[in-house]
């Protein structure tokens, strides 16, 4: 069940039309308010943020390994695939490479690289575990390392030494309505690799920038630490980079220290709240709200904890927020900074009493769309969170 | 100088004395002129520092009717803002936030709109530029239109109250979304038929809240 949203705007009429509130964004409308005061010095905070994301990178020889690998795991697959059908029973249609790995959002410590195959024929179970033991039967030809294979929802993992392939199964849209759940893979993880490929392409076409790519890895760096943040799925993540970095007016980058402390004002200002225009997905139709998939907890939650942490980062207090220094318990304790204390903002989101809960029936289709949507969404966050 | 009738209604007069020459003398090319043709301030004048203040306070309240007045959003905004340093919370950062402050801001939002706005729109705009730290050490500042040197209005406040503040508008503002107007304002929540319709609620109550005070 989802909140109204209760944005300005609401007629009071018989069909009540949802208009999503637009956040207040200082860098959307810098006019309105002129700079009285001098520009805050940042040169060592940039300089941290550069270094953590050096840090946070991972290393040439990881990807490297992990390029290796995930080549000898293609090679295979392209083998596979143009097999006659006497010998392997599985039509394959396409893979794309997709993930973090692809992005180049890697992250230090997490050596994943993510496969999507695309099935022609139904992507049964058998089917799956056959492909399973044939890849890895084609790329050991090749390679003396140890090999484990380890079935999941989606598909299955190959694992060696150092690396790990992710192998995230689809198949091709008329198939979709085919599907018997006790045979094939279930519809929602099939449809959530698919959104992983859309995914891949709309970061390699649109988010490219190294700032972005920073600003990822960053986001996903706070997300693992701070509590708050981790209903933030990578897709999200990857969105809401691409809207710090480049969503202003001028169409240009901002630097990363701009944009990280954009990105912390936004979401105080209640960016990802219910009612809030947010990001629209780019890579579904009917214009859904990404951060309608978390819960409304969740996006009290988050808001909360940015609230925090921008008032801790006001004060000086980055290091903590980067990592740098102290812990994680900076967004739930009370600190002083220079002198200020800070204190943790409170939630205030109370989940209704299950009487209420009969009464709030969704009355636009909007919303009952953005349900339906949400446990695709939601199966996908635990597709990506493998990556 | 203060006025009290003596009958009901009591009703308390504040009467400031000040003159418009007490704000020139600062000014660079009058001091010299000032200077030499000036006598010598009598030695009873008045407080110089509380002279200026009163004409800025006149500045202001001009500033008010041209700006503000007009628009009856603007000035139910302002007013509801002021209620809000009037609950009685044991911790209550409205209190540090004077109001001239809190009509600059309400009038840079209502202006800066594309559309015009509804009162709930125009108090979650506040609050949402409250939240995303404008008063904060990193934060633009805001400038006094009633000045001719850009002026830091918020120059007056020091760290932990700006503190203070932003973090009681971040939590003003999630209460706001989460339809708990009724906390914000101070209020009953007005009818247990009002949750059905989020519109209603928020109207209801902004209601009650200008009924229930008289300022």
């Known amino acids: ?300 939650q988050v808001c909360c904890t940015a609230q925090t942490l921008l008032r801790v980062l006001a004060h000086g207090g980055f290091k903590q927020i980067l990592g740098i220094e102290g812990t994680a318990a900076v967004a739930t304790e009370v600190n002083v900074f220079n002198g200020v204390v800070v204190a943790p903002s409170e939630k205030v989101y109370e989940k209704p009493v299950e009487e209420e809960k009969k009464e709030e029936k969704p009355t636009e289709k909007q919303e009952e769309k953005e349900d339906k949507k949400n446990g695709d969404a939601k199966e996908e966050k635990t597709e990506e969170e493998m990556e | 100088m203060i006025l009290t009738s003596v009958s009901a209604p009591i009703v308390t007069v504040h009467v400031t004395l000040t003159s418009t020459t007490m704000r020139q003398i600062p000014n660079a090319d009058a001091e010299e002129s000032a200077t030499k043709s000036k006598k010598p301030d009598p030695p009873d004048i008045l407080d110089h520092h509380k002279c200026c203040e009163a004409l800025a306070t006149l500045r202001r309240a001009k500033w008010f009717q041209a700006k503000v007045s007009p628009h009856q959003t603007c000035v139910i905004i302002c007013r509801i803002i002021r209620s809000f340093a009037c609950q009685p919370h044991s911790w209550n950062p409205w209190k540090l936030l004077n109001s001239w402050v809190m009509e600059l801001l309400t009038e840079r939002i209502y202006s800066n709109a594309i559309n015009t706005i509804t009162p709930t729109t125009c108090l979650q705009r506040v609050l949402e530029v409250l939240s995303a730290g404008i008063l904060l050490e990193e934060g633009t500042g805001l400038r006094d239109p009633c000045e001719k040197e850009p002026t830091d209005v918020l120059a007056n406040l020091n760290l932990q109250q700006k503190e203070d503040i932003t973090k009681g508008a971040q939590h003003f503002l999630r209460l706001l979304v989460f339809g708990k107007m009724h906390e914000l304002l101070g209020v009953e929540l007005p009818d247990s038929q009002v949750r059905k319709r989020a519109a209603d609620q928020e109207d209801t109550a902004d209601q009650s809240s200008k009924k229930g005070k008289i300022e």
């Not at chain 1, 999503?20 to 308010?33: G, K, L, N, R, W």
Request: net charge neutral; proline share 6%.
């Open chain 1, 1 to 300: 069940m989802r909140g109204r949203p209760r944005s300005g705007g609401m007629g009071r009429g018989a069909p009540r039309l949802f208009v999503p509130h637009i956040p207040f964004d200082f860098v959307m409308c810098e006019q309105a308010f002129p700079r009285v005061k001098p520009a805050p010095k940042d040169d060592e905070f940039t300089q941290a943020l550069v270094k953590r994301n050096q840090e946070l990178t991972a290393s040439t020889q990881d990807q490297a390994t992990i390029l290796d690998f995930i080549t000898k795991c293609t090679t295979a697959l392209d083998a596979l695939v143009v097999l006659p059908n006497t010998e392997f029973e599985v039509e394959i249609e396409e893979y794309r490479q997709v993930g973090s790995f692809k992005k180049g959002t890697m992250m230090v410590g997490n050596a994943i690289a993510d496969v999507a195959v695309i099935f022609k024929s139904l992507p049964t179970k058998d089917s799956v575990k056959l492909l399973s033991e044939k890849l890895v039967a084609k790329m050991k030809e090749d390679c003396t390392n140890e090999l484990t294979v380890e079935m999941t929802d989606a598909g299955f993992e190959i694992k060696a030494e150092n690396a790990t392939v992710n192998v995230l199964i689809a198949t091709i849209p008329s198939n979709m309505r085919k599907l018997n759940s006790a045979m094939h893979l279930d519809q929602k993880t099939l449809q959530a690799t698919l959104a992983a490929i859309r995914h891949v392409r709309w970061f390699e076409e649109s988010a490219f920038h190294s700032s972005v790519k920073m600003m990822v890895r960053l986001l996903k760096d706070m997300s693992r630490r701070f509590e708050g943040f981790q209903p933030l799925t990578p897709w999200i993540i990857d969105l809401l980079a691409h809207h710090v970095v480049m969503h202003n007016p001028n169409r240009q980058p901002l630097p990363i220290n701009e944009a990280f402390r954009r990105c912390l004002k936004i979401l105080s200002s209640g960016f990802f709240l219910p009612g809030s225009a947010g990001i629209v997905d780019p890579c579904e139709s009917g214009n859904v709200r990404v951060h309608t998939v978390m819960t409304l907890e969740q996006q009290d």
